[in-house]
């Protein structure tokens, strides 16, 4: 499976939440907590990128701003990515991962010596 790697993170959905709806639409976080209907801590780790976002939140938003769940979903998926890219532990276990051929010719090798 290829990646491509990037240097620079994707933007947070958190991130567009603030710079692209909150701030102009000059709305709060509690004013948004009251539109998702969703405690205030909920949006304000969202916004703060103290949470990711779930999908339950992405519809949500897309409701509220009249955009596609897709939209809220890609941002998130695109930042999961780029940090499972970057975090050398996960690259690391990631090597060790068998891919299916592997196990095939593993399996065929040891039933031809059995």
């Given at each position: 499976?290829?990646?491509?790697?990037?240097?620079?993170?994707?933007?947070?959905?958190?991130?567009?939440?603030?710079?692209?709806?909150?701030?102009?639409?000059?709305?709060?976080?509690?004013?948004?907590?009251?539109?998702?209907?969703?405690h205030r801590n909920s949006v304000s780790a969202l916004v703060n990128n103290n949470r990711k976002l779930t999908t339950d939140m992405a519809?949500?938003?897309?409701?509220?701003?009249?955009?596609?769940?897709?939209?809220?979903?890609?941002?998130?998926?695109?930042?999961?990515?780029?940090?499972?890219?970057?975090?050398?532990?996960?690259?690391?276990?990631?090597?060790?991962?068998?891919?299916?051929?592997?196990?095939?010719?593993?399996?065929?090798?040891?039933?031809?010596?059995?």
């Amino acid at each position: 499976m290829a990646f491509t790697n990037s240097t620079r993170k994707p933007t947070t959905p958190g991130d567009i939440l603030l710079n692209e709806f909150l701030e102009p639409l000059h709305l709060k976080i509690a004013d948004l907590a009251e539109m998702l209907n969703v405690h205030r801590n909920s949006v304000s780790a969202l916004v703060n990128n103290n949470r990711k976002l779930t999908t339950d939140m992405a519809v949500r938003l897309a409701r509220a701003f009249d955009t596609t769940i897709e939209f809220w979903l890609n941002l998130q998926l695109n930042v999961d990515i780029w940090e499972i890219q970057h975090d050398e532990r996960m690259q690391a276990e990631h090597q060790q991962i068998i891919t299916a051929a592997e196990m095939l010719a593993k399996r065929k090798a040891q039933s031809s010596v059995a």
